[in-house]
């Protein structure tokens, strides 16, 4: 089995007012779902190749759900808001980051002789960032790097051997004026995730423009960016579609889809699951419940 996690920060499920999600159009999910059903907290699709199901992202533990506790959560199955006591917004501290060293997805699988590999591209401006202590890595850079994972560099994505986090390349090419780096769609972005995720045992991608979006409240930009993840999902489908890959799309709290609220929600977030076979799918029903389902279905024998 080729295991993907699609990774969409602040991207929950929502109501059918102020909600983006429910505004855009978007043709590839809803053949998956067999409608437009990617918002709404009561819907549940459970079968041997689908599921969407809500996660709760509450953590039990009083406040709105953040970043570092909510991400350290889903890539390691350790609950680090109740590690901490409170929800922590952003990079996780010095606990989380032992947490993330100790426990992270990537570690768990590359003990097991996995291949595991982060598809999202960094550039050498990140890396100055980082040696002048003007940033820190995020709790899915960290998790990539407690399992000796590599980062993906500009030359891996110019071979289509990695995505850049906004998908199409546009905030690269700021930044990065200098290189002859292409403008390429959602959809050719998708397809080389596809690509690349065919040579390995687990695979996880990361974007954070939702959450961006999300902050911002521009509708008109936040409508426009769901149907770009759409059309991601049809070009990442357009290569596995006949391949043994199974895959995961869910965030770490929500944002996005409430629009009545300036910042993170209290919401639900999605588990859409696909598979190409027949699976018992594992009773996520929480955040800290994913990285243990994972696991447990790349080094198992989950197939009915």
């Not at 009561?42 to 996660?55: A, D, F, N, T, V």
């Not at 980051?97 to 999202?120: C, P, R």
């Amino acid at each position: 089995m080729h295991f993907v996690m699609i990774f969409l920060d602040g991207f929950g499920l929502g109501g059918d007012r102020d909600n983006p999600i429910m505004a855009a159009h978007t043709p590839y999910i809803d053949e998956l779902l067999g409608g437009h059903y990617l918002w709404g907290q009561e819907r549940r699709i459970e079968s041997e190749q689908l599921i969407l199901i809500p996660l709760d992202a509450s953590l039990d533990v009083t406040g709105i759900p953040q970043s570092a506790t909510g991400q350290t959560t889903l890539w390691t199955g350790v609950n680090g808001a109740k590690t901490l006591g409170f929800h922590l917004n952003a990079y996780p501290n010095e606990k989380l980051a032992e947490i993330i060293k100790e426990k992270s997805i990537f570690k768990q699988l590359a003990d097991q002789g996995k291949k595991v590999t982060f598809a999202n591209t960094f550039t050498s401006h990140y890396d100055e960032t980082i040696a002048s202590g003007k940033r820190r890595h995020t709790a899915s850079t960290l998790s990539a790097l407690a399992g000796g994972v590599p980062l993906r560099r500009i030359e891996d994505l110019l071979q289509g051997k990695g995505v850049y986090q906004d998908m199409t390349n546009e905030i690269l090419r700021e930044l990065e004026q200098e290189a002859d780096i292409p403008l390429i769609t959602a959809y050719e972005a998708g397809k080389n995730l596809g690509r690349l995720a065919l040579d390995y045992d687990f695979t996880l991608y990361e974007f954070f423009q939702t959450d961006v979006r999300g902050h911002k409240q521009d509708w008109e930009k936040a409508v426009a960016l769901i149907e770009q993840i759409d059309g991601f999902i049809g070009g990442f489908m357009s290569v596995v579609r006949h391949e043994d890959v199974t895959w995961l799309l869910t965030s770490d709290h929500g944002n996005i889809e409430d629009f009545s609220v300036k910042g993170h929600t209290q919401n639900p977030v999605p588990a859409l699951g696909w598979s190409n076979k027949p699976l018992e799918w594992p009773q996520w029903e929480r955040l800290e419940d994913v990285t243990p389902g994972i696991v447990r279905m790349i080094l198992g024998t989950r197939e009915l």
